[in-house]
């Protein structure tokens, strides 16, 4: 049985995709608002609470799916200490927990999830690491691979250089969407219209490098166009990363 902690986007993804587990069900979800709680809970017919001091440490184990910043307060506050727990962060040491719980380790789903969409069938690699070995470690591995096929063993520095590059690889990229969402809009002209060159980029990448898949004015060395594109910025801080990415393209280039 699983005690999960947190009713976030991942938490939530971790409800879904044991929805129907028979090894793994979630009995208990805690969130400090408890409608957050009762909302991953009905997933599962599992208790909600709001009291962290109401955790069934009797269960297998605890899956912790919280903001970075919120374990340190969150862990001293636990009832008692827990057979078996892991955190699902890129970045925080899975030592934090080595106070409140017997065997522990992480779980990192390397992957952007939305709550209020359906995630059950998304791809999701899964970054494992422990500090523990025997049953303990397959039962992590036996939680992993109902969670996903795509389960890998990381070390703690792997994980954080892989959250880092997840970061420049989807969430500075979205934030370009963004950018282009907005320059389109401005012209009354649809974000769809880029959905199929959008595709295709993905597509490339999986089929060559990036430095080898990369297009566009900087890499041919079009000054005239980056010039004209520059000038049509009206912001001055698009307009200073539109000329250090273009920099950075045509270094590569050079290299």
């Known amino acids: 049985m699983v005690t999960l902690v947190g009713a976030g986007n991942v938490a939530t993804w971790i409800a879904q995709r044991l929805q129907d587990s028979q090894r793994f069900p979630v009995t208990q979800v805690y969130s400090r608002h408890i409608e957050n709680a009762r909302r991953i809970a009905s997933l599962s017919d599992a208790q909600a609470i709001d009291d962290v001091r109401q955790l069934d440490v009797d269960n297998r ?16 506050r636990l009832p008692s200490r827990i057979p078996a727990a892991f955190i699902t962060s890129g970045t925080v040491s899975c030592r934090c927990l080595k106070d409140y719980a017997d065997a522990y380790g992480v779980i990192y789903p390397l992957q952007t999830f939305t709550k209020s969409q359906n995630m059950r069938a998304l791809e999701v690699p899964l970054c494992l690491e422990s500090d523990f070995s025997g049953d303990r470690k397959e039962q992590m591995w036996a939680l992993a691979r109902d969670l996903s096929p795509l389960c890998y063993e990381v070390s703690e520095e792997q994980r954080g250089r892989m959250h880092l590059a997840a970061v420049f690889a989807c969430n500075f990229s979205n934030k370009m969407y963004d950018i282009a969402y907005n320059l389109l809009k401005e012209k009354n002209l649809p974000f769809e219209i880029l959905l199929p060159l959008l595709r295709r980029t993905v597509e490339k990448v999986s089929e060559i490098t990036p430095a080898e898949a990369q297009t566009g004015p900087a890499v041919r060395g079009d000054v005239n166009v980056m010039k ?12 200073d990363l539109y000329k250090m990415v273009s920099e950075m393209i045509m270094e590569r280039k050079c290299m």
Not at 61 to 76: H, R, S, T
């Open 61 to 76: 184990l605890v899956v912790f799916a919280l903001a970075d910043n919120a374990y340190a307060e969150l862990l001293p």
């Open 228 to 239: 004209t594109q520059w000038s049509e910025l009206e912001d001055e801080r698009l307009r």
